[in-house]
């Protein structure tokens, strides 16, 4: 799920108007919009179911976003924890040893941390040069130790080039604000006595179909 798609608005829009829909004719309201849409309406009711679509449409709006903001947050972790696995895999499988150059020990290593890596590569290069059979073990252990230290100063700390959409809650939004709008237009409408209320209520039940 990367973004919403304008079919999956258009079906989220739909869900949410049948939920809040649903709430009206049974009455059952969610105590805090219904609360704001009484207080606003100032104790009319007829006005207070009005708006109490407008703000517990906005308000499951809100609540998807946050939803959708975690299971992007949640893949995009799990993408990145991958793609570190799969580079460690692939760097450990390489056959040539990565060396730091001064400039990246000066970046990476502290003062300690460089004299060790630069006694172990010492070692490693020496060995290399001519082989002892004595000192495999230390070779072998030299060789792991430069690669570990490498992959965790410089390959573990590389941003994974993970494609993680951007959240545009505006844009997503938008889709929710066009019910709203037409909600704002037909209340507009009844309170002005254009419509009676049967002319509201059949108008207002097929916008939330």
Same mark, same amino acid.
Request: proline residues 0%.
């Given at each position: 799920m990367s973004?919403?798609?304008?079919?999956?608005?258009k079906f989220l829009e739909k869900q949410i108007a049948k939920k809040v829909r649903d709430e009206?004719?049974?009455?059952?309201?969610?105590?805090?919009?219904?609360?704001? !849409?009484?207080?606003? %309406? @100032?104790? =009319? #009711?007829?006005?207070?179911?009005? &708006?109490?679509?407008?703000?517990?449409?906005?308000?499951?709006?809100?609540?998807?976003?946050?939803?959708?903001? !975690?299971?992007?947050? %949640? @893949?995009? =972790? #799990?993408?990145?924890?991958?793609? &570190?696995?799969?580079?460690?895999?692939?760097?450990?499988?390489?056959?040539?040893l990565e060396f730091f150059n001064k400039r990246q020990e000066i970046d990476y290593l502290t003062q300690k941390e460089s004299n060790e890596y630069r006694a172990a590569m010492k070692r490693y290069l020496d060995y290399e040069k001519s082989p002892d059979p004595n000192e495999i073990t230390q070779h072998n252990l030299d060789r792991e130790r430069l690669k570990i230290i490498y992959w965790e100063k410089v390959y573990k700390n590389k941003k994974p080039k993970i494609s993680k959409t951007n959240i545009d809650k505006t844009n997503i939004k938008m889709s929710s604000d066009n019910l709203s709008s037409k909600l704002k237009k037909l209340t507009k409408l009844y309170k002005s006595g254009t419509l009676s209320k049967a002319e509201f209520e059949k108008a207002k039940n097929k916008l939330l179909e």
């Open positions: 973004n919403l798609s304008e079919k999956d608005k009206l004719d049974k009455e059952d309201f969610e105590d805090t919009a219904w609360l704001k !849409a009484f207080s606003q %309406a @100032k104790g =009319k #009711k007829d006005q207070a179911k009005v &708006i109490y679509i407008e703000i517990r449409s906005q308000d499951l709006w809100d609540s998807e976003i946050e939803d959708f903001e !975690a299971e992007v947050t %949640a @893949k995009a =972790k #799990k993408i990145r924890d991958q793609q &570190i696995k799969t580079d460690k895999d692939e760097y450990f499988r390489k056959g040539k």
